[in-house]
């Protein structure tokens, strides 16, 4: 099980703030896991965005990062100030 967080106005998007999900064989990198949650949930594609950046274990990674069984994940959009 991998724990999901989205946060700002990727909240809109999903039913809930954090899930956990099942990891796909197929999902290797946070590449991999930001497809699969694009296409399986409806307005999933605002993750696909090159904008979004990846946490994973409270660190700072890049879309080519592995991603593994007790990882927690975040998708942070964007922050605008003023």
Known sequence: MVTIRYFGK???NFPRACEEIALPRAVKTASD???FIATRTQGGDCVL????RIVINQRL???LSPVQDGDEVA????????
């Open 61 to 63: 990674q890049s879309w």
């Open 49 to 52: 965005a090159s904008s979004v």
């Open 10 to 12: 990727l909240q809109d």
């Open 33 to 35: 896991l930001r497809h």
């Open 75 to 82: 998708f942070i959009p964007p922050v605008s100030g003023g």
